[in-house]
């Protein structure tokens, strides 16, 4: 696909999105699992082409979260 055909796939009028900066991304994964993210942000994100930083990013996050509750049960448990 060419420059020309990226523009040609776009509707008129609208302009294209950067890439959400890694900041933005941590701070609606942080936001979007705790519960408080806004809808201005929550339609940010979704006006964004490309959710794969979103996803790469909420599995590694969902991953040190299962990670660190059982570090945190075995050090309690050992100290029991």
Known sequence: MTTKDNNENTQPGSKALPRPSLW??????????????????HQEDFANPSPWAYIVGGILFTTLLIGGLVLLVNVVLANA
Do not use: D
Request: hydrophobic share 45%; proline share 0%.
């Open 24 to 41: 933005k991304v941590m701070q609606s994964i942080l936001a979007g699992a705790l519960g408080v993210q806004s809808s201005k942000r």
